[in-house]
């Protein structure tokens, strides 16, 4: 059903024809309808963490809006770009853009950005439910505020489809979780590109739905000005429960840097989606959650109703100097209980901020539900394995794959290959593994010399299944290697493997993947000195960004761009274009 | 000569070749040469006052290089945005850009904005010797650093032209005043488009070619990390001079708020020129210089040469709140004098900062070189007549013209004329004087009510004779009435008059406006409570901003946009469009 509607899209000549076409041909005409947004994006001075920031805001607010569908609607989003100076560019974080490639909102590969004054209008199709999010997509934008939740509801009617939800719950929250810095993205981008890189340091703030609080509000001589405890933005997030009923907890991370853990004190939760995918339940105490990365979890509220619970997200993975966010799980019912009392226990602390065996375990349950399991292809037609690197580049810190640190092009990759524009990019393939993969020490600082920067994208044939192995490595100071959780726009990908130590082909593949129910994911972490084996069908014409989801390590060079099948996209909205080489009467 | 030369140009179809026909016609071959400049613009850590703060640079530098050159000289700019996710756009102020109205550099007038990663190339002819300056002109880009000066010499061949300059010195320096602010230009616009609206504050520094010294450095809660007093960057600017020479200072400002007094301790000072023209030689103490204004003034350095002496700059008009800003002037040659030590006196404080009658004073010295005086036209064809007013429109604080406070289209009039682009911008013509101007009261608080936003563009018939007067008046605070320095793109005007009170067109042109010898500038002062009329020629074919310097103010709606002659400019580079109604495939 699918392929046949998606070959039908690939004849349509009509954009957004094409798209309704594609939403009638998958789940019914009466299921699916249009919903429109018009989001005006400004600067506004928020607090979320009471301390006063500037910040880049939808219609005035930080996070926007939970944008709520039901699986086959079209979304069409009026960006209004109202800052002064700054384009913008918004990316759909989990949405394929199947048959509207040019709609991913990422800057420099599927579009230009969108100037001061300008409206864009992104029009896409919600085509599985599931829970997702959307953020800036240009320099570290997302940074300054610019992001949200989608969420995409199973059709009422695509029941007999198989579609159901396996789990049933009473009520339903959405937790965004984020980290903040007083400082601007300006200043941070800035340091990052000086020599000597100016590291901005840790977030100062975690954030639950935008809210949360600076524990030196007042007595920080650099904030005591600007920090106002009582403002109502600051006031922690509450989330209100029954006794006895069970909820689901739609999660999504879309912090700047922060690996995090998520509490909800004294509740097991869950695990029943990730990513948009339905998980092999399992339970846990708390749970790991990278950026980009979203997951559902239930919980029941059977404990004592005369009390209220913490929400607290903890980083882990780096050494931690930023405090526990919190919110409030809110008891409603209990006799002695007031829903806006603060829990009379200390926040959960997370489990050790270095026990990564711990979040291997997580990743490794996280397998498909046995009743929606998409089984992979056995075989691939290409493996592309990715040395991830930290290097010195003309004395710039950056970071490299296989020793290339990726650059962005100034005109979008889409445009630029459909219209054959030369020079709008290198043209020379990038490497497919690494020298020395057969005996690389993963655990040493190695020197990685002759690192260069590119714009070279992975060419892949259509219809292929591709896969990509990313293998971790120490950083340039010894003993310390980092979580990269990767993102891959206008896919899904089998999560085949995590393993420790270096990948080898040779034994790896067999002794170690799960072609069984592996879960299926659009942003999957590389562990520390650890390897991550993800499968793909390259079925999706159109220019696709793969990167470290942490805002710092895609600037710094932490991605690559794959092409495919960019002969079957069709006609090009002029809206994507009017930058580098589309430039004016170019 | 020079109208042959611009009748020749207007027949020319290639730009290029015809920039160089001009300055070919005006100067003769062999003089004009082609200077290139690549400019890289990018977001740098600096610290002009010891504060740390980022801004934007040319090559890495706040101010940026100045730009020397010979008249009838070719410019060539080539600015790469270098920004990561912001636009750019650079004005030549006081270059008149005759023949390339497209290289004007303002944002929604000439142009749209450069983005990130692309180059512009500015083309221009220098075709007037004199000091003049570069800055942003985009949002309030001009405030972060983006400026420097331009200094266009004689020709050497021109002197049997009578352009030999009627005056004589044996050393040059230059001189650029600025204000400057800790936080940043986002911050700053943001708030004054708040409701209520979040006023920066007074500067904290005054920087002398991009030195200053915040007083409160150490001492300051919010500086104390960020501050460094013996930062390289912070070092003051010093000015060498040598026993008995005498010395041209060319000195610009490119404030962003402040009106200035500038000092150099025990020197009285020669003003020669101002703003490209030659003026009939007053001595001062100090020299008045808003926003925009150039002056060139000598001195002789015949002080004891044993001690050195302050070159001070001191905020008048405002009630300051910043302290002086200094550089030092340092004698060679004095045999117990080293000429970096600290002068022994207190810096110049200036005159009373509300002492109008003193500023106006000076307005009225500056009048034309006998020798080089340009008589203006008896009478003018039209006579538009401007009260200046500060408004509330939907609960934000703006300025107006008659009631109008003036928007920039996101479409370059330029652009939207040539191209005849419906819909880019209001076509109904704006108001050619203010409701009860025959008996209005200047020094009251006014009601100002329905005042209305709009960019509609006054149109002026092609080498018709204009007149201008501005009308300052009360604040909307009583007892309130600023100075405010409008400039005008693309040409120079006459300056027919100054006075107090309320304009009277039966009274005032006859007795008060100067038609023997009025100096003629790019920018001219309307003084609190008071009243500035000008006399211009529309006949250079382009479409030209004109506007209070106050980077705030014309922010805020404090301008307008002449069109003359739209229809005799050339074939517009592409290069300009990209952006409104020119974006993409449009």
């Known amino acids: 059903m699918e392929l046949r509607a998606r070959v039908n899209m690939m004849r349509c000549s009509h954009r957004l024809l094409c798209s309704l076409f594609l939403a009638a041909a998958l789940f019914g005409v009466a299921a699916a309808a249009t919903r429109r947004h018009d989001w005006d994006i400004s600067y506004q001075f928020t607090s979320p963490d009471c301390v006063r920031k500037l910040a880049v805001t939808i219609n005035g607010h930080t996070p926007g809006p939970t944008i709520r569908a039901v699986q086959g609607d079209t979304i069409v989003v009026n960006v209004k770009n109202s800052l002064l100076t700054e384009n913008v560019a ?88 984020n980290d903040w810095w007083h400082r601007s993205t300006y200043e941070q981008a800035a340091g990052l590109a000086s020599v000597p890189m100016v590291w901005v340091g840790e977030p100062q703030s975690l954030l639950i739905n935008g809210r949360g609080r600076f524990v030196n509000c007042s007595s920080s001589p650099a904030t005591a000005a600007s920090c106002n405890v009582t403002h109502p933005d600051c006031a922690p997030a509450v989330f209100a429960v029954v006794p006895g009923k069970t909820y689901r907890f739609r999660i999504a ?29 399992f339970v846990v105490k708390n749970l790991n959650i990278y950026s980009g990365e979203t997951y559902s979890v239930l919980i029941t509220a059977d404990q004592d109703p005369n009390r209220n619970y913490w929400l607290a997200s903890n980083v882990v993975s780096r050494k931690p100097a930023t405090p526990t966010g919190t919110a409030v799980l809110a008891y409603y019912g209990g006799r002695r209980n007031s829903p806006r009392a603060r829990p009379p226990t200390p926040p959960p602390a997370g489990p ?111 219809g292929s299944v591709v896969d990509v192995v990313l293998q971790n490595a120490n950083m340039l100071a010894a003993n310390s ?48 000195f650890g390897w991550t084996a993800i499968r793909f069908r390259a079925d999706n014409p159109g220019v696709w960004a793969f990167h470290c989801h942490i805002e710092a390590h895609f600037f710094m060079g932490m991605g690559i761009v794959f092409e495919e099948g960019v002969d079957r996209v069709g006609d090009l909205p002029p809206e994507i274009m009017g930058c580098g080489k589309t430039r004016g009467g170019h």
């Open 253 to 281: 991370s879309v912090t700047s840097l922060s690996a995090l853990n998520f509490e909800i004190e004294g509740h097991e939760m869950t695990v029943v989606e990730a990513d948009g995918h339905y998980v092999k339940p």
């Open 352 to 462: 050790a901020w270095n026990d990564t065996a711990y979040r291997v375990r997580q990743s490794l349950a996280t397998v498909a539900h046995p009743a929606h399991a998409v089984p992979p292809p056995p075989t691939s037609d290409r493996t592309i394995l990715l040395l991830n690197t930290q290097n010195k580049i003309g004395g710039q810190i950056k970071w490299a794959l296989n020793n290339v640190s990726f650059t962005l092009p100034h005109t979008p990759y889409l445009v630029a290959m459909k219209r054959g524009l030369l020079g709008a990019f290198d043209q020379r393939p990038p490497p497919e593994t690494y020298a020395g993969a057969a005996a690389f020490d993963v655990y040493a600082v190695q020197g990685n010399p002759n690192a260069t920067t590119s714009d070279a994208p992975y060419r892949l044939r259509f």
């Open 481 to 528: 290697s980092e979580t990269h959780p990767w993102h891959l726009h206008g896919h899904d990908f089998w999560v085949l493997g995590h393993g420790a130590g270096r990948f080898d082909p040779a034994v790896h593949p067999a002794a170690a993947y799960n072609l069984r129910d592996p879960i299926m994911k659009n942003t999957v972490a590389v562990h520390p």
């Open 90 to 177: 918004i990316h759909w974080h989990g949405i394929r853009q199947i048959g509207t490639p040019w709609a991913d909102g990422t800057e420099g590969v599927t579009q230009c950005p969108i100037l001061p004054g300008d409206t864009f209008a992104y029009t896409f199709v919600v085509d599985r439910p599931g829970t997702y999010m959307y953020h800036a997509h240009y320099g570290m934008q997302r940074s300054a505020g610019l992001n949200g939740m989608i969420v995409v509801e199973v059709a009422p009617g695509a029941a007999g489809d198989g579609e159901r939800e396996p789990f049933r719950y009473d009520g339903e929250h959405t937790v965004l979780l």
